[in-house]
């Protein structure tokens, strides 16, 4: 056979396997199930505060946070010597209906078992979401890495038929008929009315672009949906306001000066605006977002241009185009630009230990704080970052974050508690 007919054999094929591959099928998405409508506020406001994780690994980061059907709270996050290295394990941890600390952690992925599950060689792991589908199964997505950076990820998915107690082999994400490579996952999903999943997801290999993956209840591939083009957008948030309506924050990836992207859908999902730039300042980082009853959101957010020593919770009345903070659940701002020497750090760090609550030991949280934050063990800074925010059906708030590159906060509230700030 000619070199030509090699070549229009070759074409034909791929056109139809990109025809047949279910991310681009001509089906029309379904609608988005609107969000519950909550309980009044409570008659007495609190904020309540709890580190998730036990001491060892000493580094930890991207945890999310999910409710179970039981009452119980489930959390994940990955934990190792460093971020990226080879010993790093996605761990999880539940709480106890009406406890106040976390229960004891253990490993639910490694690279060792996400390689023999998958077949697939897996070096390092990152960025795990939990949730509750609407089947009832427990769902963990994470990225994993063969070789090289993040921006060559892979999805890979972990499913629970009962909450955790077994874990079924993982499942390495199609989302591309190509090459498989670099899309990451940071936001929760949303569900469909014919009981599809969305999934949040990024892309970081020759561009920065938020996307929409949309899986069968089983786990099954069924499309991808681009939200944006270029360099710009990471870590989609996807906020739903009724069966066609979303709205979509995104970290800014690019831009001078840095602000938080949004986007919205009025096709449930089938298409997105072109990303306009919000007025929430975004130091290219993590964002966390919901939208309450009255159609106000709130997210939580490194609210600076440079650096992430503040966290806050913010507030927008206009669908998310402009924000103003009304509370700091953690600022070091005043030392933006400056390395405290370890006279100067420690006193501080000591300050903040007993607002943390139930967890481990303080002297193993100072110890684990000053070893993630003290370059060269002489000079320190601090780091708030990666938040992950989810409301119950009961109405209480629970925010996860990543404090000091070593242990993972958990703060409760409620509404009676966010009615007061707003």
């Not at 960025?127 to 990225?143: H, I, K, Q, S």
Request: with cysteine; charged share 20%.
């Amino acid at each position: 056979m000619s070199a030509g007919r090699w070549l229009g054999c070759g074409l034909i094929c791929l056109l139809t396997a990109w025809v047949a591959w279910p991310g681009f099928s001509g089906t029309a998405a379904p609608g988005f199930v609107p969000p519950s409508v909550h309980a009044g506020a409570e008659a007495e406001p609190y904020l309540r505060s709890a580190l998730v994780n036990a001491a060892t690994p000493p580094r930890v980061h991207a945890a999310s946070i999910s409710a179970l059907p039981d009452g119980r709270l489930f959390s994940v996050w990955f934990g190792g010597e460093r971020e990226g290295s080879t010993d790093v394990k996605v761990f999880a941890a539940y709480r106890e209906t009406g406890a106040l600390a976390w229960g004891e952690q253990h490993a639910i992925a490694s690279p060792e078992q996400t390689t023999a599950d998958t077949g697939m060689l897996v070096r390092k792991m990152g960025n795990p979401v939990a949730f509750v589908t609407p089947r009832g199964e427990l769902w963990v997505t994470y990225v994993s890495v063969t070789m090289g950076g993040w921006a060559t990820s892979h999805i890979n998915l972990m499913r629970s038929p009962d909450l955790g107690r077994s874990w079924l082999p993982a499942t390495r994400l199609v989302t591309s008929p190509f090459i498989n490579l670099s899309t990451l996952v940071k936001g929760g999903p949303v569900f469909f009315d014919n009981g599809e999943i969305g999934v949040p997801v990024y892309h970081e290999l020759a561009g920065k672009f938020a996307e929409l993956l949309v899986l069968s209840d089983t786990g099954e591939m069924r499309r991808k949906i681009r939200m944006d083009h270029g360099h710009r957008t990471l870590q989609p948030v996807v906020l739903v306001e009724d069966a066609q309506r979303a709205i979509a924050l995104m970290r800014d990836g690019a831009e001078h000066p840095p602000r938080a992207w949004r986007s919205e859908t009025t096709d449930g999902g089938r298409s997105w605006s072109a990303p306009q730039l919000t007025n929430l300042p975004n130091p290219n980082s993590a964002l966390a977002a919901l939208r309450l009853d009255d159609g106000r959101l709130i997210a939580v957010a490194n609210d600076t241009e440079d650096e992430r020593l503040r966290l806050s919770l913010l507030v927008s009345e206009d669908r998310g185009a402009h924000w103003r903070a009304i509370h700091r659940f953690e600022d070091r701002q005043d030392f933006l630009g400056q390395d405290l020497a370890l006279d100067q750090f420690r006193p501080l760090l000591a300050g903040d230990l007993a607002a943390l609550g139930p967890g481990p030991m303080p002297a193993e949280v100072e110890a684990n704080a000053e070893q993630a934050l003290c370059r060269h063990g002489d000079t320190c800074s601090w780091q708030y970052d990666y938040p992950y925010l989810i409301r119950t059906d009961a109405g209480e708030f629970h925010l996860v974050y990543t404090w000091n590159r070593s242990f993972v906060r958990h703060l409760s509230f409620n509404r009676a508690w966010l009615e007061s700030k707003l």
